[in-house]
């Protein structure tokens, strides 16, 4: 499932809790895939906490607590780390990461947690939602096959990536207009991972964030620049995305293209894709500033974007500049005639 199907699964699980509809939720996925990302930001939407449990790193006493007379009885000492009420809130999630790569007598405690919202004289408040996360077993990392009783306790979505999702997160975030042009032009990039090779570093939506960060520190340093890109995707992707980065000294004048200047559109593929990612940045840019000098940019780009001898390319840029700017396109005067002008390749 894509990546923008799962959020909306995940908003929906947590705010089901106030109905008492909520069910347990497993994502599966291969590593840097965004699992916990995703997760983290439904509790960022909200406002609430995610008590984040990594079950890989748990003995059963962590979870089940330790034992202490009590009278002539012994009674368990509640782990802080359990959500609580009065100290995290009534509303939040329970987020148990890693829980594939749980000792078989880890995940044995977990089940009463995660169907029952119990565990012992503990419960878990009825606000918040319990989300778990693994690796699968194909993955190559530290990994045991979930136990039947545990694997009926949940719902399961195995995550997928989606260049377009992943495009709409980089914009909105913050990511270098670079990595999102390369990503466009090398979209078989944006998750390449080989288990059978089992690599130190590969390309994953986690490590291209890593390539943005390089590019912040590196970016005047030559040949440290690609040796650290290719610390963070791989060797082969950090030399391409190192080259097509020094390509972009022959990107046209973006400030021309936004004053409706006559541009000679670029005929290298790489260029164009670099060309559209830049214009989005500038629209989110704008964005912030006047309203009628964002609507001038808007209109700006759409008129370039009818320019493209290759349709898709410009349905591309603008589908991006949607997806970063938001309904706020439809109303620029622009938008009606490219529409018209691209309505073949929108149906087709």
Same mark, same amino acid.
């Given at each position: 499932?894509?990546?923008?199907? !799962?959020?909306?699964?995940?908003?929906?699980?947590?705010?089901?809790?106030?109905?008492?509809?909520?069910?347990?939720?497993?994502?599966?996925?291969?590593?840097? $895939?965004?699992?916990?990302?995703? $997760?983290?930001?439904?509790?960022?939407?909200?406002? *609430?906490?995610?008590?984040?449990?990594?079950?890989?790193?748990?003995?059963?006493?962590?979870?089940?607590?330790?034992?202490?007379?009590?009278?002539? &009885?012994?009674?368990?000492?509640?782990?802080?780390?359990?959500?609580? @009420?009065?100290?995290?809130?009534?509303?939040?999630?329970?987020?148990?990461?890693?829980?594939?790569?749980?000792?078989?007598?880890?995940?044995?405690?977990?089940?009463?947690? !995660?169907?029952?919202?119990?565990?012992?004289?503990?419960?878990?408040?009825?606000?918040?939602?319990?989300?778990?996360?693994?690796?699968?077993?194909?993955?190559?990392?530290?990994?045991?096959?979930? =136990?039947?009783?545990?694997?009926?306790?949940?719902?399961?979505?195995?995550?997928?990536?989606?260049?377009?999702?992943?495009? %709409?997160?980089?914009?909105?975030?913050?990511? +270098?207009?670079?990595?999102?042009?390369?990503?466009?032009?090398?979209?078989?990039?944006?998750?390449?991972?080989? =288990?059978?090779?089992?690599?130190?570093?590969?390309? %994953?939506?986690?490590?291209?964030?890593?390539?943005?960060? @390089?590019?912040?520190?590196?970016?005047?340093?030559?040949?440290?620049?690609?040796?650290?890109?290719? #610390?963070?995707?791989?060797?082969? @992707?950090?030399?391409?995305?190192?080259?097509?980065?020094?390509?972009?000294?022959?990107?046209?004048?973006? +400030?021309?293209?936004?004053?409706?200047?006559? *541009?000679?559109?670029?005929?290298?593929?790489?260029?164009?894709?670099?060309?559209?990612?830049?214009?989005?940045?500038?629209?989110?840019?704008?964005?912030?500033?006047?309203?009628?000098?964002?609507?001038?940019?808007? /209109?700006?780009?759409?008129?370039?974007?009818?320019?493209?001898?290759?349709?898709?390319?410009?349905?591309?840029?603008?589908?991006?500049? &949607?997806?970063?700017? /938001?309904?706020?396109?439809?109303? *620029?005067?622009?938008?009606?005639?490219?529409?018209? #002008?691209?309505?073949? *390749?929108?149906?087709?």
């Amino acid at each position: 499932m894509r990546p923008a199907q !799962i959020a909306n699964v995940l908003e929906r699980e947590f705010t089901s809790t106030r109905e008492g509809h909520h069910t347990p939720v497993m994502l599966w996925g291969p590593p840097g $895939v965004g699992k916990s990302q995703m $997760v983290q930001q439904v509790g960022e939407r909200h406002g *609430v906490p995610v008590v984040d449990i990594r079950l890989s790193q748990m003995e059963p006493s962590d979870l089940r607590g330790i034992p202490f007379r009590s009278g002539e &009885h012994v009674e368990w000492a509640v782990p802080a780390m359990l959500p609580d @009420a009065e100290r995290h809130g009534v509303e939040g999630i329970l987020f148990l990461d890693e829980v594939t790569s749980a000792p078989p007598s880890v995940s044995a405690a977990a089940y009463q947690l !995660i169907l029952d919202r119990r565990l012992g004289e503990y419960r878990v408040p009825d606000g918040w939602a319990i989300i778990a996360a693994g690796n699968r077993q194909g993955d190559r990392g530290v990994t045991y096959t979930m =136990p039947a009783p545990l694997a009926n306790r949940f719902a399961h979505f195995e995550v997928d990536t989606h260049l377009d999702d992943w495009v %709409s997160w980089a914009y909105a975030n913050g990511i +270098d207009e670079r990595v999102i042009a390369f990503l466009r032009f090398r979209p078989e990039l944006l998750f390449d991972f080989d =288990p059978a090779h089992n690599p130190v570093a590969f390309p %994953s939506p986690r490590s291209w964030e890593f390539a943005h960060r @390089a590019l912040q520190k590196f970016a005047d340093s030559g040949s440290l620049l690609v040796n650290t890109l290719q #610390a963070c995707v791989g060797p082969a @992707a950090g030399i391409e995305l190192g080259a097509f980065v020094d390509n972009l000294d022959n990107l046209p004048d973006l +400030d021309a293209i936004l004053r409706r200047e006559p *541009v000679a559109l670029p005929r290298e593929i790489d260029l164009q894709y670099a060309v559209a990612s830049a214009l989005v940045g500038r629209a989110l840019r704008a964005k912030n500033a006047d309203p009628q000098t964002a609507k001038e940019v808007y /209109g700006a780009i759409l008129d370039f974007a009818g320019r493209f001898r290759e349709r898709e390319m410009g349905v591309m840029l603008v589908s991006d500049l &949607h997806r970063a700017i /938001g309904q706020e396109i439809f109303a *620029v005067p622009e938008f009606s005639p490219w529409a018209q #002008a691209v309505a073949e *390749v929108m149906l087709y």
